[in-house]
């Protein structure tokens, strides 16, 4: 080999070497710089922690008094509001209840078994007798009514 081949080989090889102790030494100083800062918050918290809770401890004494006055105050807002809304929403409560059935009234009509033509119904337990979009529901088993003159299913 050439005396620059060779030259540049061992150039190489130092730069190579450098690099790998320049990673090393920065690695190793970034891990001893971490460890310290570990160490110093380990011991700032050690030493200010007990001074920081007796400091929350304060202050939570002293907004205790605040917070019962916060509560009394709600409540007696929220029962006064109460006797302000109940007399107005009480009457539309009922108002729309009764809207309500008066408009499903015509889906949910109910027909007495007595007054049509369904008479082995008369006092069955399982009787429905509801009207749904124009047509009549008997009961779960006969949706139409039962076809004999005696129901097998009558239960009183």
């Not at 100083?29 to 160490?39: E, I, P, R, Y």
């Not at 916060?70 to 209840?97: G, I, K, Y």
Request: net charge negative; glycine share 2%; proline share 6%.
């Amino acid at each position: 080999m050439s005396d620059f081949a060779n030259w540049a080989k061992e150039l190489a090889t130092f730069f190579e070497a450098a690099t790998q102790q320049t990673e090393a030494w920065a690695e190793q100083t970034l891990q001893d710089a971490v460890d310290t800062a570990d160490a110093i918050a380990a011991e700032i918290e050690k030493q200010i922690a007990p001074t920081l809770e007796e400091w929350a401890d304060h202050l939570n004494q002293s907004l205790e008094p605040l917070e019962t006055a916060l509560d009394q105050e709600l409540e007696r807002f929220s029962e006064e509001f109460t006797e302000f809304v109940n007399p107005v929403v009480v009457p539309l409560t009922s108002a729309l209840e009764n809207w309500v059935e008066a408009l499903a009234a015509p889906v949910t009509s109910h027909i007495d078994p007595m007054l049509n033509e369904h008479v082995p119904c008369i006092g069955c337990q399982h009787y429905h007798g509801q009207i749904y979009s124009g047509n009549m529901f008997v009961c779960a088993m006969y949706p139409y009514g039962p076809e004999q003159e005696k129901c097998p299913d009558w239960k009183s």
